[in-house]
């Protein structure tokens, strides 16, 4: 016996790769549901070698569903989660919304499965931010061996994080720098990002970080530990799938370069690639499409008594939004509703 699963904005990038992974990882489907608004009601989308039409979003009853993978945005999600919460079916949802509410479990399923069990408070589960699931995947299995006091991290993130707008304008600026007779100003990005790159995510905060920055410190403190110091700068590149991120961990003790590339290829999600020689590394390009974190670039950090630098690489889409929710319907499964 399967579930009775439900993808809302099933026709955006990240809808449409839940839908993709449902089907991939074999995840015990009995009925499936896709969703959309009005405007795109009736659009055929893929799931496995199945072809099924959206539903409006509006009229959709949930009663009887078991759970529903959200990918609408925080305003959407703020009208509709309640009412499918209401209606007995568990809302795993990847916007912003419900992130930092302490009655709502924010899950990466690698590093707090624990935590799955609150979602009985509001009938709702968070999915984190694309730049923090990835790297709170590398940093909990390290936390665990030698405890981490602080995180410095840079990221380099692509522009399918701004979604289907942030990749046409990437496109169509690209093409136009070799068309002198062609201009694209920038209206999804702050400035132009073709050939550039811009240390801008989300809004400006009193502080002088951004939101996104502010994001990485709050949900790796939520998901991992408390005491974490994080401090963040996120970037945005042209490169259309693929988030890449530098990261700096001080430990309370000392952890060996060779211990921590042990720890992190036993660890879950991650793939260890580390090889001191030209290319011996993953970039973004070759993660697309792939379910793995990828770790490179592990040394010590001499300026400091327990310091360790490394290079983590993921698909955004993927680990960093509609692989995760997947995984959390997965351990939701497992854990606790147990019909798959």
Request: with cysteine; charged share 25%; hydrophobic share 40%.
């Amino acid at each position: 016996m399967g579930y009775r699963v439900v993808v809302a904005g099933a026709t955006g990038n990240v809808g449409r790769e839940m839908l993709n992974i449902l089907a991939e990882r074999q995840f015990p489907v009995d009925e499936i549901a896709a969703l959309a608004s009005r405007k795109s009601l009736g659009t055929e989308v893929s799931f496995g070698d199945k072809t099924i039409k959206t539903q409006d979003l509006d009229t959709f009853d949930f009663t009887g569903w078991d759970m529903a993978l959200f990918a609408i945005g925080s305003d959407a999600t703020k009208v509709y989660a309640p009412k499918a919460a209401a209606a007995g079916c568990v809302v795993i949802d990847n916007s912003s919304l419900y992130r930092y509410d302490p009655e709502i479990p924010l899950i990466v399923p690698e590093c707090n499965p624990q935590a799955v069990h609150g979602y009985k408070n509001k009938m709702i589960i968070a999915n984190p931010n694309c730049s923090t699931a990835q790297m709170v995947v590398a940093l909990k299995p390290l936390h665990d061996r030698a405890k981490i006091k602080r995180v410095v991290v840079s990221t380099y993130q692509s522009v399918s994080g701004a979604g289907k707008e942030g990749m046409d304008e990437l496109w169509e600026q690209t093409k136009a720098v070799y068309n002198p007779t062609s201009d694209v100003p920038p209206k999804k990005f702050q400035k132009e990002i073709a050939f550039n790159v811009i240390p801008h995510i989300d809004v400006f905060m009193e502080d002088g970080s951004t939101k996104e920055e502010w994001k990485m410190v709050a949900e790796t403190k939520k998901i991992v530990d408390p005491s974490i110091k994080v401090t963040a700068t996120c970037v945005r590149v042209p490169v259309f799938v693929g988030h890449s991120e530098a990261v700096n961990i001080e430990f309370e003790e000392f952890l060996d370069e060779d211990e921590a590339r042990d720890i992190l290829r036993e660890a879950p999600g991650i793939m260890v690639i580390d090889k001191r020689e030209p290319g011996g590394y993953v970039t973004p390009k070759e993660c697309v499409g792939d379910f793995a974190t990828f770790i490179s670039r592990i040394r010590q950090d001499s300026t400091v008594e327990n310091g360790l630098n490394l290079w983590c690489v993921s698909d955004n889409l993927r680990k960093g939004a509609a692989l995760n929710a997947v995984q959390i319907a997965e351990l939701l499964g497992r854990e606790v509703l147990k019909k798959g």
